[in-house]
């Protein structure tokens, strides 16, 4: 069965950056695009941007261009996000969502805080 | 980014029928649908239809969608206490290329 594993917990302090995993398994990995989708508590969903694990590049949201950079390892069927200059703003649970047609599968969501 | 618009909340009866609706514009909603996601307090979304109005399987038959110009909507009939939660509609923008949300709908079943 398809499953997005993601990676633990992040506390951070504004001005740094954190990098998140998505690890798939139960499909071929490289056989659809990766979306990254974030959270912020009691907010509703906000799509950071979109990564093919087969290859070229990512497409970001204007919002986070400049902050965000998405990449795979596909020996390791791995997405990864990493976002920089973290404000408080930026404290949220953050999503990889599998694109089968839309958002089809989600991983457990990463809780990323940012406070000093 | 322009979102989507739903309402805020709706409520509705035990095995009574909630419509929630989804309003974009030409180059999102009214281009190719939206698809409809469901999310429970603490827990990730998970997808109910797709743009096409199709169904994943495994979701409900009370569930189905719809699309009218600008305006998508998602009917949930025989409502169950299961079926309190928050719904998300999202659709492809091909003026920003983008994806983009509604702020979602939080449904009460009294």
């Known amino acids: 069965q398809v499953q997005l594993v993601q990676s633990g917990a992040e506390v951070k302090k504004p001005g740094a950056s954190v990098k998140i995993s998505c690890k798939a398994s139960?499909?071929?990995?490289?056989?659809?695009?990766m979306h990254w989708v974030r959270q912020a508590p009691g907010q509703g969903l906000e799509w950071m941007g979109i990564?093919?694990?087969?290859?070229?590049?990512?497409t970001y949201a204007q919002k986070f261009q400049g902050r965000v950079t998405m990449t795979r390892d596909t020996s390791m069927s791995t997405v990864y996000m990493e976002l920089s200059s973290l404000r408080s703003e930026d404290t949220a649970v953050y999503y990889c969502a599998r694109e089968a047609g839309d958002f089809d599968y989600w991983g457990q969501g990463t809780l990323v805080t940012v406070s000093s | 980014q322009a979102g989507l618009t739903q309402p805020p909340s709706v409520s509705k009866g035990l095995r009574q029928t909630a419509t929630l609706t989804c309003t974009g514009n030409s180059n999102n909603v009214g281009n190719q649908g939206a698809a409809w996601l469901q999310q429970h307090q603490g827990h990730p979304p998970k997808l109910l239809c797709y743009?096409?109005?199709n169904r994943p399987s495994g979701i409900s038959e009370r569930l189905s969608a719809s699309r009218s110009g600008n305006t998508a909507s998602l009917t949930i009939t025989g409502l169950q206490p299961e079926d309190e939660a928050d719904y998300y509609c999202?659709?492809?923008?091909?003026?920003?290329?983008?994806?983009?949300f509604g702020g979602g709908t939080k449904l009460t079943v009294l």
């Open positions: 139960g499909y071929t990995f490289t056989s659809h695009y």
């Open positions: 999202s659709a492809w923008d091909r003026s920003l290329s983008a994806w983009v």
């Open positions: 743009r096409n109005n």
């Open positions: 990564i093919n694990p087969g290859g070229g590049s990512p």
